[in-house]
């Protein structure tokens, strides 16, 4: 039982709390010698695990509505799951990916992937909120995603270095990262297709009528007969509105400006909003943007699967490509870690209108870069798959879940993702509950 004040925190009671932290510092007290042997332990553990950093940032290549795993990264071509859809060969050996991914097959000696991921939600919404946060939705809190907890814990390495947002999210729709309990200023900045400039960054006045106008705000925020004392808190002082206007007066916006690259060069990623969200991204890793998250919409495909899916690869494929090519070719590929990967995956059989429904039973995710070895496949599905909806990994060969990915991910950015970090009422939440993929490690 707890009976000392320092044992009566938050952490006492449960072992899910009973971690690192809460040991050392039991272990610490007058009287508990007998933990000592604990927390050497312990210490010993931590300094082993403790990597060098090898990547800095992160792009996210989301296939919103759940691109089927069977036409991409996991085919199974001649078998009656594939329901004849085709593979072609990549750069290893052995190794298959699905058709119209030929620019990727190619760089397949960079690029690594997990066929094994499992969750537990078949719902877009809720899969969604489990893939890029990493937890299941919980009615008590909103988590951050991984973006957001990149941002949050890399936050005094990039003060006064970067004056656009850190965490962006090009062709954002509802499922675009957000801050959770780490706070709003950490949700990602939204835009569009990056052919058309951002709004609302250049002032319609002359610089002095625009300092006027924000001493007037001021003045009228202070002076309110309707607010409070404690809401008199002029809206400009507050960090959202600061970096606002860092960024308007910025040169490191150019970065958002893709048509100073050569023709060339965008026609490598595609002449599509995505081709050119990836273009962008890249540019703004090179600006000093840790998480950059281009979505490409439209792979729900309950109906009419193949053209659909074949559709949707016809865009990934060049702007993919082109986008681990010319990271490499900038000396940027070791530094930035690259997810290409949905929600969840698409049913093994095909429904009676030709399509593919949910499938969180065993999808597949692309890594590459930042400390991420190439050409490596983690887990396998069954070409003959079971499905007995009680025991649904029997198909599965090493299973890995959603939480390993971000686990993974932050382990490479040198980020401690099994620290536990305080919600605004006080309540400790681990990072990630996941493992580090170690097969995906250089």
Known sequence: MCNNSILNDPSCGTADHQNRRTLLKMAGLGGLSWLTPISQALAIDAERNQRKPTAKSVIILW???????????????????????????????????????????????????????????????????????????????????????????????????????RHVSILADRGAGRGGYLGDQYDAFKMYDPKNPLPDLQKRVKQDRFDRRLNALEFLEQNDPFKQPKEKKFKFGDPNTQAALRMMSSDQLKAFDISEVPVGIQREFGDTPFGRGCLTALRLIQSGVRCVEVTLSGWDSHVNNHALQAGRIEILDPAFAALVRNLKMQDLFEDTIVLCGSEFGRTPEMNPAGGRDHWPHGFSMALAGGGIAGGRVVGETSPTPKLDPKNREQDLKNVRKVEDIHATVLNALGIDFQQELDTPVGRPMIISKGQVIKELLV
């Open 63 to 165: 296939l919103n509505g759940a691109a089927s795993q069977l036409e991409t990264f996991d085919p199974h071509p001649g078998t009656d799951i594939a329901a004849e859809s085709k593979a072609r060969p990549t750069a290893v050996k052995g190794l298959q990916l699905g058709e119209g991914l030929e620019q990727t097959a190619d760089l397949m000696n960079d690029i690594s992937l997990v066929r094994s991921l499992t969750s537990k939600e078949g719902d877009h919404e809720r899969a969604v909120y489990n893939i890029k946060t990493g937890f299941r939705p919980d009615p008590t809190l909103v988590h951050p995603s991984i973006g957001s907890v990149v941002c949050h814990q890399l936050e005094n390495v990039d003060k006064g270095k970067i004056d656009i947002p």
